[in-house]
């Protein structure tokens, strides 16, 4: 190598620089997420054999430098040389390859076609590196898993590594969340806890001391006539002194905050965080209100969009002995899927169980009557305001249900 002319000497350390440089943006290139769905280039690439070719040529660079350094000016020429090799690969081989990936990222990939014969020639030693690192992280494999368990990005290295599996019907839950209105989940306006002003000032703090609740509307007499939003963190002081006055309540109030019935539920939560609300008073295409949404509520939905393991701890819901429940007519129909597992169709007018019992009857609901919606049943076990308040339900087997 000593003896190797000047010429032969710079042409290979060019050569080897090159051949860095295309295989470092050829594995930029391949790294970066795709939206070509077709696209069969990357997984044709063996992306050890990528890394491996590039390190050699880095190497082999730098030692050219090296030895052409010393051979110019002794110990001074080869740390100079070194030390300037060293530079240029970290511009045309490190931060020069990303910016092209980035810009040009299938003209990259395109590179990579020309080079996949040479690239196939290294993979056996790749692999052979790529199994002795295997065993050096064989100590560490828990943290990987758990490193991966967060979210990890592509790497070509992990090609046989399991991924870790998605939640089963997560997929679904985000696309039946889009379909997803407030009026789904609103409380309807008979179970609204509210203030009315036309009460006395006696009543009214009563109310407020025993509320389990810290945002309640404020109206007379009737709910379509609200006129603000009372925090009842606001008068706290006030009541515990029991010096509150209808002035100084109205004082602490602030404007409603009203939105239509079709709002969709995501578009909501935006909708939230700019008004910086927490409750909404939502209306029908009369103005009519029809209930109150809160950001809580909201929350609690799409969180139990991706809840898969049936959740029973619901007051609306009790468990019998037999494997029947008995629900509370007033329960929605998305709630009750939900904490069960059920399917009942929730995706037309009727919004809670007692709306699906009088639309299956088309009558107001009796006791003692059972009827049967697909695989369920359905025993009304108690009327009360010509509304079905207690429903025994259960699911019987697909098998038995019969079929229309």
Known sequence: MFTLPHATLLATLALALL?????????????RPRADADDDLTPALPGQALVLGA??????????ACLEGWRHDSEHGFWLAGLGAALTLLVLADYLPRRLARRYPQGCLNLGRQLRASLWLLQPLACLL??????????LRRQAAQARAVGASDDPFEHDATPTPLRPGISHGVQAL????VNDILVPRNEVDGI????PIEQISAQLRSSRHTRLPVFHADINQVEAVLNIKLVQHLLSADELTRDALLAACHPPYFIPETTPLQLQLLNFHKQQRRMAM???EYGEVLGIVTLEDLLEEIVGEFEQAQNLNNPHIQAQDDGRFIIDGATTLREINRCLGWHLPCDGAPKTLNGLVIEALESIPETAVCLRIGRYRLEILETQDNCASKVLAWSVSPALAPRR
């Open 19 to 31: 051949w860095s440089v295309l295989l470092s943006t050829v594995d930029a290139a391949a790294q």
């Open 55 to 64: 390190s050699l040529g880095k190497l082999l660079v730098l030692g050219l």
């Open 130 to 139: 790529d199994g002795c690192a295997r065993l050096l992280l064989r100590p």
């Open 178 to 181: 889009e379909q997803v209105t």
């Open 196 to 199: 009315n002003l036309d009460d």
């Open 282 to 284: 939502v209306v029908d």
